[in-house]
């Protein structure tokens, strides 16, 4: 019987391969795409093999064997496998070098540049106004001389608005803003092209400002300009090389916990050179938290847990654009909705779209899932995690990581249970476990990605800001804090509109007159709400 049970093993496993090789597309690499492919594939079967604990915690840590189910979910991380952990060596005791010779730069494994470059030609097809925007600005280099300091997210999205700008004349060293939501394989192919890139998925929070350090100090390198998302690179250079800030020519940052920093400097008098808030431009506030959010919040809790939405109760802190757009796909999926605010109007607003407002106190015993998206420190602390029921869902949809108070988990009476790349099982002694998603970060980026279309929107925002600034004649800006000019959010969204095949009403010379209006536009003073 044993016998011819292998038989029917072998049977099937031959059958199998039949089936595996005649449905297989049949792909030409070049030799240099091969060796990134054996070296990937040599990689994951590393990672398969090895059993994967979590980090190194002074809590207790429980490392699972886990199964080849949670094995295969890479997607719960990354769109692709090649942002898990390919082994435990810190890219900063690597030597690597690019193919042309190129050194300056730290990252994962520069091997998986293939992958990578695919995932950046896969973005720029749903990126249309960042690409028409380098199309039609390249000619004139309207950055030439500029020198970028970036600090924000690294994938896919962020590397098409990288490669514009480098387009567009400048020159440009980045770092991540986050310790998860870098693309391993995205910052692969940047320095593939020779572009100083510091960052992977996975870093610690001393590799993170050393990251941001190398880009800022550089040898034989002055920075001019500053692209930040959360204000750490902004924080650093102010506080560690006080005098190279001064040179610089204006800082654009598009986060609200960033621009929060920047109104503190300006009040204070410490910002000694111009900035431009692009988080609260129109294109990035209607689009990037509202649209993008609605779309991101199901797909990260979806890719990390499996979850079935309906009938769950949830409650979202904060009803703002990122939290309109959670409780609008969640209510979609037949969530029962609870929404905690501070501001009336918000507050209003949530109750006239038939949420209720409550205090997370009220609803902490009962709520399945828990959303924060305010911006704001120690939104969900340790008492509501104790009174929270077993197997709740928490996770963060602010900029920070400072909503939920983390920290005060990380206790020795607590246990943490690695699940799954970016998710964390944390249990009480009485057995009772929440789950935790990306320790409290930004929970979309962190756990699967956003949509490329919104993130042009942000990217070509950002891109102009950079040119206005950049190009400003002297004293037209002063060392304060300024919003994007109306005029260029609506040429950001004349760039996307082509994409839906939509046309434009045009004003007649009498139509304008009498409104007041340039027929070119702007067509909505600085004061409207949109």
Not at 35 to 48: A, D, H, I, P, Y
Not at 191 to 207: L, M, N, Q, Y
Not at 308 to 331: D, H, N, P, R, T
Not at 393 to 419: A, F, Q, Y
């Amino acid at each position: 019987m044993s016998g011819r049970g292998d038989d029917s093993g072998d049977e099937t496993s031959r059958f199998l391969a039949e089936v595996a090789a005649a449905e297989r597309p049949h792909v030409k690499f070049s030799s240099e795409e091969q060796n990134g492919v054996n070296k990937q594939l040599s990689s994951e079967r590393r990672t398969r093999k090895d059993s994967r604990g979590g980090g190194h915690h002074h809590h207790r840590l429980r490392s699972r064997s886990l199964s080849a189910s949670s094995q295969d979910s890479f997607s719960s991380a990354s769109y692709t496998g090649s942002s898990s952990d390919e082994d435990d060596i810190s890219p900063r005791e690597k030597s690597q070098t690019a193919g042309d010779g190129f050194t300056d730069f730290c990252i994962k494994n520069v091997a998986q540049a293939a992958f990578g470059r695919r995932e950046i030609e896969i973005a720029e097809q749903e990126m249309p106004g960042i690409v028409a925007l380098r199309k039609r600005a390249a000619e004139d280099k309207p950055l030439r001389g500029a020198k970028i300091v970036g600090c924000t997210h690294i994938n896919a999205q962020t590397a098409v608005l990288i490669e514009t700008l480098i387009s567009l004349g400048a020159s440009v060293r980045w770092a991540a803003c986050n310790i998860y939501s870098t693309q391993n394989e995205v910052a692969a192919a940047l320095a593939e092209k020779s572009i100083p890139v510091f960052a992977w998925r996975g870093e610690t929070e001393e590799d993170f400002w050393w990251c941001i350090d190398k880009c800022i100090n550089a040898e034989n390198w002055q920075p001019n300009m500053i692209l930040d998302d959360g204000g750490d690179a902004t924080h650093l250079m102010l506080k560690k090389y006080p005098a190279m800030f001064k040179l610089i020519r204006g800082i654009v940052e598009e986060s609200v916990t960033g621009v929060h920093r920047l109104y503190q400097l300006s009040k204070q008098q410490k910002l000694s050179v111009p900035a431009m808030n692009v988080n609260d431009s129109v294109t990035k506030t209607k689009f990037d938290n509202l649209y993008s959010c609605r779309e991101s919040i199901i797909d990260s809790l979806k890719r990390a847990t499996d979850i079935m939405f309906g009938g769950k109760q949830a409650i979202v802190c904060g009803y703002g654009e990122v939290g309109k757009g959670c409780c609008q796909s969640l209510k979609g999926l037949g969530c029962v909705l609870y929404v905690a605010e501070i501001d009336p109007i918000c507050a209003l607003q949530a109750s006239m779209d038939g949420l209720r407002v409550v205090k997370l106190n009220e609803v902490i015993r009962n709520v399945d899932i828990i959303i924060t998206a305010t911006g704001n420190k120690n939104v969900v602390t340790r008492e509501h995690m104790d009174r929270m029921k077993n197997g709740a869902l928490l996770c963060n949809m602010g900029h920070s990581n400072t909503e939920i108070d983390v920290n005060s988990l990380r206790t020795p009476e607590l246990t943490w249970e690695k699940v799954r790349s970016s998710v964390d099982h944390v249990i009480w002694p009485d057995g009772k476990r929440i789950v935790l998603l990306a320790e409290g970060r930004l929970v979309n980026l962190t756990c699967s990605s956003v949509p490329s279309f919104v993130v042009s929107i942000s990217a070509a925002t950002q891109a102009l800001a950079l040119i206005e600034l950049f190009n400003a004649p002297a004293g037209r800006y002063k060392a304060d804090v300024y919003l994007l000019p109306k005029k260029m959010d609506e040429y950001v969204a004349s760039l996307h509109l082509p994409s839906f095949d939509a046309h434009l009403t045009e004003l007649t010379e009498e139509q304008a007159k009498y409104m007041g209006l340039n027929k070119a536009g702007p067509f909505k003073p600085n004061y409207y709400r949109y």
